[in-house]
């Protein structure tokens, strides 16, 4: 009788800096493309590693999950031991298990937490530069954190969807509809705050539109009452900008 493939978990750190996103692709360097190539080299096997979602080049994280199919009998630790010692030091393996052949690392997920980070202080940290925005002009915190509690719960947050998120003459699945569960402005001290995010799922671009907006509502350029019109509108050219790709993180897939 033919053994069943295993089926590996894999949970992944990255610094997305010199990377273009998570998603393979033909001529670029991408985290999805650099651990299925050394996981080839070790099993020998052609391996399709499949993400919890996608990264945009620039986004970091500290918890993304993968899973792929192997035959080979390549201890757990083994895995997690010889792809740290293959994989530039940008992306590290964090824990590999060997998980129920119906896990999958994105149809399983019931959500995931972001992290987005801004710096205020008048000049940039080197140390930060890669991984929080830099936002000298005060900031209405208050303001922030009135919007921030409008985006809670589930909405149409067509608004701050950027073109490619999905299939949009589709007639079944929820659309734009998303759950936000918790939105939190966190001031971490030293001049460093964060906007939290924590829901079912978020569309292309959601988060980095959604600070881009809350960041004019805190220079004074858009209203609490206008950011509720936003919000309401289902019209993407309603929003502020995108804010940049290295201020995020996703923190965290659950399950």
């Not at 998570?22 to 099993?43: H, V």
């Not at 192997?70 to 293959?86: E, V, Y």
């Not at 399983?108 to 980070?117: F, I, L, T």
Request: net charge neutral.
């Amino acid at each position: 009788m033919e053994t069943e493939p295993r089926n590996i978990k894999l949970l992944i750190g990255y610094d997305g800096t010199e990377f273009s996103g998570w998603q393979r692709q033909k001529n670029s360097l991408t985290i999805q493309g650099e651990i299925e190539r050394f996981l080839t080299r070790m099993t020998g096997e052609e391996i399709l590693l499949n993400g919890a979602g996608r990264t945009d080049a620039g986004v970091h994280a500290d918890g993304m999950v993968a899973h792929f199919h192997t035959a080979s009998t390549i201890s757990c630790d083994d895995f997690l031991r010889g792809l740290n010692a293959m994989l530039p030091g940008a992306i590290r393996i964090f824990d590999a298990e060997d998980v129920a052949n119906s896990f999958h690392a994105r149809f399983s997920a019931v959500g995931k937490e972001y992290k987005y980070e801004i710096y205020t202080g008048k000049i940039h940290p080197p140390r930060l530069r890669l991984n929080t925005l830099h936002v000298t002009c005060p900031l209405n915190f208050n303001s922030i954190r009135k919007c921030l509690a409008m985006t809670r719960g589930t909405h149409d947050f067509s608004s701050f969807e950027n073109s490619g998120s999905r299939d949009k003459t589709a007639c079944s699945g929820r659309g734009a509809v998303r759950t936000i569960h918790e939105a939190l402005l966190l001031e971490n001290g030293c001049e460093l705050f964060s906007l939290q995010f924590d829901g079912d799922g978020f569309l292309r671009n959601m988060i980095r539109n959604l600070v881009g907006t809350l960041l004019e509502v805190g220079r004074g350029k858009i209203t609490s009452e206008e950011f509720a019109a936003i919000l309401a509108a289902k019209d993407r050219t309603m929003a502020g900008p995108t804010a940049p790709a290295h201020g995020l993180c996703l923190k965290k897939v659950l399950y």
